[in-house]
């Protein structure tokens, strides 16, 4: 069981980034999904996580109208959307999974994944 979290870099202030996740011996049909970043100093803070059964995706309040998470099962990857970025974005966003069925609050509040990836720094320039 693996996950693979690339497509971070530098990026100017309000510019975009699309972080991809693939996953290795397991099906992400059936996993719960999330995106955390971690900040230098700073607690991981659940950005975005969608649950095997949520219909809605939860974002963190930093975050909301500017990233979207999805999945496509046939490439077995799931995708982080940034859009108009901030400097405080910048952070190590790390790709998580898991099979049981919280919702994606519970998730991105408790960091309760089973598997993780390496993180994939995305830096913001002012």
């Known amino acids: 069981v693996q996950l693979q979290a690339s497509g971070g870099g530098l990026v100017q202030t309000e510019g975009s980034l699309r972080l991809s996740c693939a996953a290795s011996?397991?099906?992400?049909?059936?996993?719960?999904v999330g995106w955390f970043r971690q900040a230098p100093g700073k607690e991981r803070e659940g950005v975005s996580c969608l649950g095997i059964s949520d219909d809605s995706p939860y974002y963190a309040d930093s975050v909301k109208g500017r990233f979207t998470i999805s999945r496509d099962n046939a490439k077995n990857t799931v995708y982080l959307e940034m859009n108009s970025l901030k400097p405080e974005d910048t952070a190590v966003y790390y790709c998580a999974a898991d099979s049981r069925h919280y919702t994606s609050r519970y998730y991105c509040g408790r960091g309760g994944f089973a598997y993780w990836g390496q993180g994939t720094l995305v830096t913001v320039s002012s």
């Open positions: 011996g397991f099906t992400l049909d059936y996993y719960a």
